[in-house]
């Protein structure tokens, strides 16, 4: 139960992982009028407006998605751990 749980935040982590870097790309190679581009903006940008209130961008390069990549990744780490220690096992 524990593993399956683990495996579920990992697996929800890669996905999202995933879904910005592919947010990235189509945002630099695609119009804003494209289903995809829209798609991706529906899941992602909601995710990023909190970090933007922290992280403006610097010369028109936007930061918030590597932020969001590496609050992933200590989500990613942190979680089965905590999670296990919650449950001390």
């Not at 610097?58 to 220690?85: E, H, K």
């Amino acid at each position: 139960m524990i593993d399956l749980l683990i495996m579920i935040v990992q697996s929800v982590g890669q996905i999202l992982t995933l879904i910005v870097v592919a947010h990235s790309i189509v945002q630099m190679l695609l119009p804003a009028d494209y289903a995809v581009r829209r798609f991706l903006e529906r899941i992602i940008e909601p995710l990023l407006r909190p970090i933007r209130r922290f992280i403006k961008p610097y010369r028109g390069v936007d930061f918030s998605p590597l932020a969001l990549l590496i609050l992933i990744m200590l989500l990613v780490q942190l979680l089965p751990r905590l999670i296990l220690a919650l449950l001390h096992i």
